[in-house]
């Protein structure tokens, strides 16, 4: 691990059992943590403007290598200062590698497996290769061949100037099996050797960047890649790969990786963030999240909700809600709620009006914000157990305080 | 013609030839004109919110029986504070008698006339009878067998409670011969009387009913229906029906027609709404119109400008933006030029992600916005006619003052 006040500085200003409340600076400003990062997969989070993200109470977003570099390409996009530049977001930025993204297209995603689907490549493109120098693909917006390797994807991450890059590594699936893990991790290890290599020559001064912790559900494999990730000499840990078939499993992974971590380093869940996810893993220690649930189920018209039974989720366009004139759920201060009635969203929603997918996304995402920021209040007031509990009791976020 | 201060009061505040300046007073509050309507049609301007239309500078907008009583119905909106309170904008709304609709169903849209296509059926839905009494017709949404006809038109208006109601008439075609749109144009007439009939007695009493003058390109039946619609009682009139087969014919139509107005009387033009549109027919004395081409082509990632030589508009998707720095238009004041590049909002809309419609769309709505607010001004300054031919010449709203 290190620390470089000029890129990243992770400082820890409480902690509550393993849980902390912190704040990433970053040469874009700075983020208070546990924080959750909307997914700006292609430049934009989805329906949503910059500002309104920041409005929300969000402060950092994530770009995605995979999809910028198909296009419009990182060198047009650092001709116009980066990232943050080309979609006008002036906070922190984070990216990943475009690891999870082509191996995806090889295994099926992770996903995919959390909700029980396998195998099935996610995207219209496809690999034709993985070897140890790199990943060829098809673009699956024209079919032209391209190619992602360790120094590619720091490449990329530097034209677009990311605040926090991502080593590229292989997201390993949960069918591999122990062996296939093992050579899996060895090799993204590897990977990330020549990834911090490639930064140290060419990368931006103020990027910072993660490791990502692979192994799969093998309690040695991944505690031989916290040693690795940690010996390399980067700025934070990303927890990678398969955590399991099912919640349970994932809970017993996550638990375990996260105390083999080093006690002062910052740390990432890959796109992991519901919102028992979310309790449940800042108990851990975990400072961030991604996650494409908030604004994915927000263009299916599900709206989050106090539902654990329901995987804190409801069907706005169900038949039930057609006269429904409370809000999205109630008591919710969002703006979506403040303003606009379920019976109205439920009409939008079946009607097939933007308008209706953007009320949705506005109010998930403020839904999930307001669980990451409750949970930091709590962690500064040492009763985040408690919260985590009402949280998983079905209680809304603000009567969880 | 009647003024009813209670309903709708039309103050006009200067002239300029035969244009002028006036404010509408409705029972939610006042609207400048010459203004632009944009359409929400299904509750919605399409994927913006209430708060957004107001801060481009809208003071109303106009819903669509049609599409309303459909879906969620008129009396589930009537049971929530009518489409105002549904829909949850506080300010003036317009609502059309679904005429429009029914008939292009029969007859293919005017929309469908003035760009050179013909006669066929605009939407899923079908017209089974058009008779004395109304008109028998499928939902587009579910097959449903539905029937519009006057007293049910206004029966919907009064249900969605809006502060301009529009009389049911059929919307000749300009494929109809003169005989066909001299009987229409005398059924139409008809139906303002049962129209006026039911309001008078059901209708509610803040609401204003505007009459809809017929009769196609043939000015004798223009003259005839602008004589029987003053004298009907209503508070204001619309020109609606076939305006010609282009645009050199609708100017000779609406020429032909406004030189019959009555001199007081608040006048809206229905459909139409390009930017030489606007300059040639407020400088003919129109005060509204209403338009989809603003949402329209934004949602086709088409953005206004000043370019009458490619009839205002360029397709920002076209690979010559990919690389510009400037804004969709140079010099636009709007929140899209403001903020973000042309550059980007290609990448966007390439990418067919919801913020790029987004912001070509809060582009068109602004620029729409500042050619009618500029007219406006230029009225009040008596120098109309400069300000339509700096327009027209490809002058920007912004300069042609």
Known sequence: MRSDPDRLRFEIVARDGDARAGVLHTPHGTVETPCFVPLATRGAVKGMLPAEVEDLGFEMVLGNTYHLMLAPGEELIAARGGLHGFMGW??????DSGGFQVFSLAHGSVADEVKGRRGAPTSAGGVLEIAEEGVRFRSY??????????????????????????????????????????RSTERTHRWLGRCLDWHAEHGPPGQAVYGIVQGGTHEDLRRESVDAVSAAGVDGLAIGGTLGRDKEEMGEVLEMTTGLLPREAPVHLLGIGEPDDL?????????????????????HGMALAPMPERRYRYDVSRAAHATDDGPLVDGCPCPACARFSRAYIHYLCRADELTGVRLVTIH????????VSGAREAILAGRLAAFRDAILAGAAPWEAG
Not at 364 to 371: M, V
């Open 364 to 371: 998930n995402l403020a839904y999930i914000e307001a669980i």
């Open 141 to 182: 917006i024209d079919g032209s061949e391209h190619f992602l390797s360790p120094e590619r994807s720091m490449e990329v991450q530097a034209g677009l100037g990311s605040d926090i890059a991502l080593v590229f590594d292989e997201c390993t699936p949960v069918h591999a099996d122990r062996d296939y893990t093992a």
């Open 90 to 95: 002036e906070r922190p930025i984070i990216t």
């Open 279 to 299: 309790v449940r893993n800042i108990t851990l220690g975990i400072d961030s999240f991604d996650c494409a649930v908030p604004t994915r189920l927000g263009r």
